[in-house]
């Protein structure tokens, strides 16, 4: 990935990882547009700053996204980057009945969300030259908390949409999968200070240093996430599973 002289169109940029992504590409010479659904929060991440514009986007809301890529590409039609950020993550009980109405909203933000948007994007990005798409998942894709099933599923599914989207888009787009472990921010109330999560400023230092490598990985994969990220593949997932699980339940009392 270019590290500077980008456009970068980032969802989810009002807050947590999207912002501090948002305001360290933007020093370090790109064009940065954020959106998501508070204008207050984009402002606030734009606020002072040259070359970073905020819009609001649901994307949970198709034909909002259609009409703004139509209104972003036109308006900035160098676009040659797309971070899909945006997503929520609510805990859930499986073990009884119960209303799926949080469960259907985590698949259309985190899911459905990122398939929209990308599609919205592929083929302008796919004449650019030095295009890339990156789609955030989560440790939790590779080793799930039980009681965030329905999370941690949307994210083991951006997790092979993504790797097919790579295959498919090979020699057009760069497709880059950034894998967050545990981080401060307020993804669920209280989190942005939950002791044992990674501080906002440390993971994002750590994920600029991989975007930068050249070439970027495939993968974006800082040094807390590798146990998750590599558990299955090393043999230790009954243990990772085990010790994620027992550390949410301590949580959760
Ligand atoms: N923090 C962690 O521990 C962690 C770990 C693994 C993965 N992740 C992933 O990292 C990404 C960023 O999360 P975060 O931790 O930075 O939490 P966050 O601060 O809550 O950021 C999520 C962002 O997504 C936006 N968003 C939510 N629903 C949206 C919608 N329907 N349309 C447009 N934007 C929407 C929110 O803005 P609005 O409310 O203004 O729309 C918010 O700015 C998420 O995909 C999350 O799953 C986080």
Redesign the pocket.
């Known amino acids: 990935m270019k590290t500077s002289e980008n456009t970068i169109l980032i ?10 992504l948002a305001v360290r590409l933007q020093a370090q010479g790109n064009i940065v547009i954020v ?4 204008l207050e ?2 402002q606030t991440t734009v606020a002072g700053q040259d070359n970073m514009h905020a819009f609001a ?5 198709p034909q909002a996204i259609t009409a703004f890529a139509k209104q972003i590409i036109k308006q900035f039609p160098q676009i040659n980057v797309l971070i ?6 609510r805990y859930d009980d499986l073990s009884t009945q119960a209303d799926l109405s949080d469960a259907q909203a985590q698949i ?3 899911l459905l ?1 990122t398939i929209r948007v990308t599609n919205a994007f592929v083929d302008h990005l796919k004449a650019q030259s030095d295009a890339i798409i990156v789609s ?5 894709a590779f080793v799930p908390r039980a009681d965030a099933a329905v ?1 941690s599923a949307t ?1 083991a599914a951006v997790h092979v949409y993504t790797q097919c989207l790579r295959q498919q888009l090979a020699g057009l787009v760069e497709v880059i999968e ?11 109330p209280g ?1 942005s200070e939950r002791e044992g ?2 501080p ?1 400023h440390a993971f994002i230092g750590e994920v600029m240093d991989l975007l930068n490598e050249q070439p970027t990985p495939s993968e974006i994969v800082v040094e807390r996430a590798r146990l998750q990220r590599l558990a299955e593949r090393e043999g230790r997932f009954a243990q990772v599973f085990d010790r994620i699980n027992a550390n949410a339940a301590q949580q959760r009392r």
Do not use: C, F, H, W
């Not at 959106?35 to 508070?38: I, L, N």
């Open positions: 969802t989810g940029g009002g807050s947590g990882i999207g912002r501090e959106t998501g659904r508070r929060a984009l986007l649901d994307v949970d809301d899909n950020n945006a997503g929520i993550m259309t933000t985190n969300g955030v998942s989560s440790g939790l999370y994210k950034l894998v967050p472990p545990a981080v401060q921010t307020e993804l669920t989190q999560y990674q906002l």
